[in-house]
């Protein structure tokens, strides 16, 4: 089955303490993104990679970091989290940069306290 | 201004009533268009493309109106199962950017 899967999908963790959030699809699509989702604010797009060891910054990509070093993977990196990071994270993936459809990842609820 | 910007409703109506929102965008180059649906809690899902000529897909009908920069979605016969948001989606395509820019959405809530 084609899909986006993303891990974990609850999280709730402490200020400054490391974790990143995998995305990984089975479509071998080129271009993957992360959005986070906010109220009143909708999706804003923190980073995106158009092909393995490409990355550029989104909307929002302070504090974040991000890795494409294989096709199908592209984790999202929080340093060192703050409870203004604290979000509804959506990974998504498509054939090329915006013209094709996007398939979203469940979503991963993050709470850092 | 935003890039995109929609009314964020919420709609509220009646089975069976057609129902149609816009959606303005800022760039003028811009030049991918989207309807996603989102169900409540859940992940974003496509609901059609928007093409210079427009498009209609069963009950829903998206049109693209470049002169004064909007995108509109219009759904016939409403079922209660179109209670959802629906997010307008536009890809400047800028050269120096591949940034898929979402609106916040715009709620709506089908009553029996």
């Known amino acids: 089955e084609a899909q986006v899967t993303q891990n974990p999908r609850y999280l709730i963790t402490v200020t400054g303490k490391k974790l990143t959030v995998t995305c990984s699809q089975n479509m071998n699509h080129e271009y993957m993104s992360w959005y986070r989702q906010d109220p009143g604010l909708g999706l804003r797009q923190i980073y995106y990679s158009m092909n393995v060891e490409v990355t550029d910054k989104g909307d929002v990509p302070e504090g974040y970091k991000v890795s494409r070093k294989e096709k199908r993977n592209f984790p999202l990196i929080l340093e060192s989290p703050s409870p203004n990071q604290t979000s509804l994270y959506f990974c998504a993936s498509s054939w090329t940069e915006g013209t094709d459809t996007q398939y979203f990842g469940p979503g991963t609820r993050l709470t850092v306290l | 201004r935003k890039e995109v910007e929609q009314d964020p409703g919420p709609f509220n109506v009646p089975e069976g009533a057609t129902v149609a929102f816009n959606c303005t965008y800022s760039?003028?180059?811009?030049?991918?268009f989207f309807w996603y649906r989102q169900d409540c809690r859940k992940e974003p899902k496509l609901l059609m493309s928007?093409?210079?000529s427009g498009n209609e897909d069963g009950r829903f009908t998206a049109q693209l109106n470049r002169a004064s920069q909007y995108i509109s979605l219009l759904i016939r016969d409403s079922k209660l199962s179109d209670s959802a948001t629906y997010l307008c989606v536009v890809n400047p395509l800028d050269s120096s950017a591949s940034k898929i820019i979402f609106g916040s959405g715009t709620r709506l809530s089908i009553r029996p």
């Open positions: 928007v093409y210079s």
């Open positions: 760039n003028s180059a811009s030049q991918s």
